[in-house]
Nanobody
Framework: QVQLVESGGGLVQAGGSLRLSCAAS????????MAWYRQAPGKQRELVAA???????NYTDIVKGRFTISRDNAKNTMYLQMNNLEPEDTAVYYC???????????????WGQGTQVTVSS
């Protein structure tokens, strides 16, 4: 069974940093684009950053220059380094990945369970 497990969330003061991790487990043949989404209370889930299997990264404008997405393909793990955090970054952060897994012929999208990030002012 394929799972995505996030870790690294927590409570931090404004201006602080956190590093999120997302580890994919199970029988994975190909790991395609991976991404971080977030959802704040009362708001829709939004894309924060994405990274292709070749390492090309894209960011939503509001996190550019503060967040850095990276991945380790050998470990099927993705990271999000978040610096200079603001109270507006408070949300549940979700990991998303397109994976080719055992007994499948196409890439399938998987989601993690989410990790809470709270930034106090």
């Amino acid at each position: 069974q394929v799972q995505l497990v996030e870790s690294g969330g927590g409570l931090v003061q404004a201006g602080g940093s956190l590093r999120l991790s997302c580890a994919a487990s199970g029988t994975i043949y190909v790991s395609g684009t991976m991404a971080w989404y977030r959802q704040a209370p009362g708001k829709q889930r939004e894309l924060v950053a994405a990274i292709t299997s070749l390492g090309k990264a894209n960011y939503t404008d509001i996190v550019k220059g503060r967040f850095t997405i990276s991945r380790d393909n050998a470990k099927n793990t993705m990271y999000l380094q978040m610096n200079n955090l603001e109270p507006e970054d408070t949300a549940v952060y979700y990991c998303n990945a397109a994976l080719l897994v055992r007994d499948s012929l196409v890439l399938t999208t998987y989601w993690g369970q989410g990790t809470q990030v709270t930034v106090s002012s």
